[in-house]
């Protein structure tokens, strides 16, 4: 896709991350994408405690994917779920975790970022194809539970 650099990693690839001296993630581990790596997301992830994407983090569009953190954290990189000219075809979700006990994450100088949050000091792309539908008006109020309209 346009945008990703010739030299790119898989996250599938054990030895991609451990040509900058890390660890492919395994379930509540905190990922850092360094500056200078460009990590592609092409299977899904264990369930993550946080990210820190400081160079580039892209979803692969090849199947729908899910990826489950409590803190995405892009300071200065980038994270592109799709762009603009080249949207997201598949689905992707981002969820995010954690609670009211979730480990708070203080930034120097500015406020405190808690459970499921997204930070973005740096560029985000999320781009899906246009389903030509922005909303709907509905004729009648629905309650909740209700499994009809």
Do not use: C
Not at 76 to 104: A, C, I, S, W, Y
Request: proline content about 9%; hydrophobic content about 40%; overall charge negative.
């Amino acid at each position: 896709p346009p945008g990703r650099p010739m030299n790119f990693h898989l996250w599938s690839n054990k030895s991609a991350w451990e040509s900058f001296d890390s660890k492919m993630p395994t379930e509540g581990s905190t990922v850092f994408i360094p500056f200078g790596v460009w990590m592609v997301m092409d299977i899904d992830p264990p369930p993550l405690k946080r990210i820190f994407v400081y160079g580039g983090l892209e979803v692969m569009d090849n199947a729908d994917h899910k990826l489950e953190v409590e803190i995405l954290f892009v300071q200065g990189g980038k994270f592109e779920v799709g762009t603009p000219k080249v949207p997201f075809t598949n689905r992707f979700e981002l969820v995010l975790t954690g609670n009211h006990f979730t480990e708070d994450m203080p930034l120097p100088n500015g406020p405190n970022v808690g459970a499921k949050a997204l930070g973005v000091f740096g560029f985000l792309d999320m781009h899906g194809i246009d389903t030509g539908k922005q909303f709907v008006k509905l004729a009648a109020d629905v309650n909740a539970g209700d499994s009809s309209l």
